[in-house]
């Protein structure tokens, strides 16, 4: 039988890496462009990724309950997938498209 425990922390482990990878690539991004809608998305991702972290930490190393561990990781879900939304309609989120990328095929 599976170990749910280690289940749980292998899971928040790849979770915190590739969040943690996201978040300082779209940190990047935000350096190079300046773009608020890069900003709005480098917080809401970093938010889903330290509340995944700090979800366990209050159960495993806080000694509180698995529910109150679950309730702090879901507070900053909720706060960065709200921020995750808000970057789609920052200043910004979309670029122009100019008339000569919109024919895929050349005629007009």
Known sequence: MIDLLLVVVVTKVVTFTFGGILTWLSYRAFLRTRAPAMRALTV?????TV????GGVVHQVLGLSVLAGVAVQSIFSAAGFAVLTYS??????TPSVSSDHCSSSGTR
């Open 44 to 48: 809401g991702i970093g938010l889903v």
């Open 51 to 54: 509340g995944a972290l700090l």
């Open 88 to 93: 789609l309609y920052a200043e910004g989120a």
